[in-house]
């Protein structure tokens, strides 16, 4: 079956996230099932002016920011965004003449959909990676339970409800949809995978990059990813000294960025880490593999929320596909995905002496490493493949169009 299915997304690269990670796995597959992609973003692709782009061998065609009144009032900015979507919408339609509607949370995407899927007759999926409401409680621009959280939460399941098939990343976002009234036989799974030939096996450190970040000598553990405040990185150090009194030659190296890193450094400061403390600053993304063959033992340590309680993470499935060895909080989101003590260690969230045990638990059972690196290997390259999960997509994708 060809089809021709248009992909209504946040963002795309050359910005990197996890977002855009799996976006490009999706689109390959489909690729792969002979079926033909195309692209748009939203305004929240920062950073880019053109109506069109390519990336890396990707088209993407791109949503400018126009003169909205909307745009500049802070209570209609939403309207402003879904505004210029619907508009950008319009005509990419024109273009590609798309046989369905491939759009991508956040809820502000999949309203503008809805209406021009109602306006022109085209089939709508609606792919859900995490609810926006519960984003922003994250990023503290609102609280539960609020009037803006409510609002948001009312918007999302309208849009649940209005799609004509609905999509998600794990079991823990489709039991909170189906709970919101929408029918379980119209949600459907695509878990976050691993492109297995794009990881092998760890190798060795490279000792010019160790020495040249003052890592000689040390055990190190680490965490490479964006700084936000659900990864839980402030409590990775607060456990730090109790690791540190038993084992003196670890050292934490923190590869990356983001809203948190200022806070951060000064919780380092403040806890008299300094020394202790390696922030390398965001790496390019081909040289993340030479970071993370530098770390013995990676620290997953998401605080307990609605948010990593019901979303899985890709960072520990691309563990597994390397054979890395990490310690992870035991939050939903990572129940789903690691079995303890078979593909990684779960510590209790929130905990820092547990995190701290763990972690030293792991160092001192070295001799446990060769079974679970085997076994989380041997779990994505089974379970957790991005073949087999964009399968998925292919008897729904035949419902809709059929």
């Not at 990336?55 to 009032?73: E, I, N």
């Not at 079991?171 to 119209?186: H, M, S, T």
């Not at 620290?299 to 390397?322: D, G, I, N």
């Amino acid at each position: 079956m060809s089809l021709r299915v248009l992909h209504i997304l946040d963002h795309s690269i050359p910005l990197h996230s996890g977002y855009t990670f799996r976006t490009l796995s999706i689109l390959r597959e489909q690729r792969k099932l002979g079926w033909q992609t195309f692209h748009l973003t939203t305004p929240k692709q920062v950073g880019c002016q053109r109506a069109e782009e390519d990336v890396d061998g990707w088209h993407f065609y791109r949503t400018t920011v126009s003169a909205f009144a909307g745009m500049r009032l802070p209570g209609l900015h939403p309207v402003g965004l879904m505004y210029q979507v619907e508009k950008r919408l319009m005509e990419v339609i024109d273009i590609v003449k798309p046989d369905i509607l491939h759009v991508h949370s956040p809820v502000l995407n999949a309203i503008p959909a809805l209406l021009v899927g109602k306006r022109l007759g085209l089939p709508v999926a609606y792919e859900v990676r995490a609810f926006w409401e519960d984003a922003a409680v994250d990023d503290g621009t609102t609280t539960e339970g609020s009037l803006r959280y409510r609002v948001t939460r009312r918007m999302e399941t309208y849009a649940l409800k209005r799609a004509d098939h609905v999509f998600t990343i794990c079991d823990g976002l489709r039991k909170d949809i189906v709970a919101r009234g929408v029918q379980a036989e119209k949600v459907t799974v695509i878990p976050n995978a691993v492109d297995i030939e794009s990881f092998v096996v760890g190798g060795e450190p490279d000792a010019a990059l160790k020495s040249g970040l003052g890592l000689q000598d040390a055990t190190v553990i680490g965490f490479i990813g964006s700084f936000y405040a659900y990864e839980g990185l402030d409590l990775l150090l607060d456990a730090l000294p109790q690791i540190i009194e038993t084992r003196p030659d670890v050292r934490l190296l923190l590869v990356g960025g983001g809203p948190q890193e200022h806070a951060l450094k000064e919780q380092a400061a403040r806890l008299g880490l300094t020394d202790k403390v390696v922030f390398a600053g965001r790496v390019p993304h081909a040289e993340v593999r030479r970071y993370y063959d530098l770390v013995e033992v990676l620290a997953y340590p998401r605080h307990s929320m609605r948010l990593t309680e019901l979303v899985t993470p890709l960072k520990p499935l691309e563990a597994m596909a390397q054979g890395r060895i990490f310690a992870a909080s035991d939050v939903g989101g990572h129940r789903e995905l690691i079995r303890h003590g078979e593909t990684g260690m779960l510590f209790r969230a929130g905990d820092a002496p547990a995190l701290a045990s763990t972690v030293l638990e792991l160092l001192d059972k070295r001799s446990t490493w060769p079974h679970l690196r085997a076994a989380g290997r041997r779990f994505v390259e089974t379970e957790r493949n991005w073949r087999r999960s964009v399968e998925h997509y292919v008897r729904p994708f035949r419902q809709l169009v059929g």
